[in-house]
């Protein structure tokens, strides 16, 4: 998954890959609503592409491990909202990301997962990535109807020990209702249940229907069917970005062509 340590911990940490220099890295920004596997394409992306999966999510979730004196202010904040069970308002989100703009300019590329959640996020990264000349290659929006993703998270089970997760039909226990791992008892969480499922999905839509035109207008949306086991969105979603990169490579010949004439 590469060294994503100026990811996690923050500006004053190193970072192996900063001098990592692909001819023409791939910087994506992805969307899809909870239960949509964007996260297990992130990662197949990263193995794919060598980028590294910049998520917010594991931003958080590292912080809440490390000392006190070794969080920068934004996540400090953050966290006080998330002990609280308040949602982390944009403007901390947004510095967060700012004071790692290291790992956007970075020369193997990057899989940006978690963020931008709201228009106001889009433009401000929008702003950052024009002042810096870093330009996306693409925002990857996987697409799956709603009965769809409520059947899928509504079948998760995960395990009340180590975690481990299972899904009743496509990954179960070979014990019914027991942890293949650690023999822990497997639980369905509060927000995987039918009703929570249908109010974050209402959630997210009001969130992402203004992103999804915001980067529409600005022809970098590629949408993607995610219907059907990882590996064959994955392949699904090679095929798009590279017609994409075709369709990007032919707009800069024709281009060029006419500023000569």
């Known amino acids: 998954m590469k060294d994503r340590v100026a990811w996690l911990q923050g500006p004053s940490a190193h970072c192996e890959v900063t001098s990592a220099n692909v001819q023409t890295p791939w910087r994506l920004v992805l969307l899809g609503a909870p239960g949509v596997g964007k996260g297990t394409q992130a990662d197949l992306l990263n193995q794919r592409l060598g980028a590294c999966h910049l998520s917010t999510g594991d931003v958080f979730r590292a912080a809440g491990s490390?000392?006190?004196?070794?969080?920068?202010?934004?996540?400090?904040?953050?966290?006080?909202?998330?002990?609280?069970?308040?949602?982390?308002?944009?403007?901390?989100?947004?510095?967060?990301v700012r004071e790692r703009i290291a790992c956007l300019n970075c020369g193997g590329g990057f899989i940006l997962d978690g963020f931008p959640r709201t228009l106001g996020q889009a433009e401000s990264l929008k702003q950052l990535?024009?002042?810096?000349?870093?330009?996306?290659?693409?925002?990857l929006s996987y697409e799956?109807?709603?009965?769809?993703?409520?059947?899928?998270?509504?079948?998760?089970?995960?395990?009340e020990k180590c975690k481990a997760v299972y899904h009743l039909t496509e990954r179960p226990p070979k014990v019914e209702g027991c942890c293949d791992r650690c023999d822990g008892k497997l639980f369905q969480r509060e927000d995987d249940r039918p009703d929570s499922i249908k109010v974050r999905l209402e959630t997210y839509e009001r969130s992402t229907a203004p992103l999804i035109?915001?980067?529409?207008?600005?022809?970098?949306?590629?949408?993607?069917?995610?219907?059907?086991?990882?590996?064959e969105i994955f392949d699904r979603t090679v095929v798009e970005m590279e017609s994409r990169r075709i369709k990007v490579h032919a707009q800069k010949l024709w281009n060029a062509g006419e500023n000569r004439r």
């Open 66 to 96: 490390r000392s006190e004196c070794e969080q920068s202010p934004a996540i400090k904040e953050a966290l006080g909202y998330m002990r609280r069970g308040a949602l982390v308002p944009d403007s901390t989100v947004w510095e967060m």
């Open 129 to 139: 990535l024009d002042t810096e000349g870093i330009m996306l290659s693409a925002v």
């Open 144 to 159: 799956l109807a709603a009965s769809a993703i409520v059947t899928r998270l509504g079948g998760r089970r995960t395990c």
């Open 213 to 231: 035109e915001f980067y529409k207008k600005l022809g970098l949306l590629v949408q993607i069917e995610a219907s059907g086991p990882p590996d």
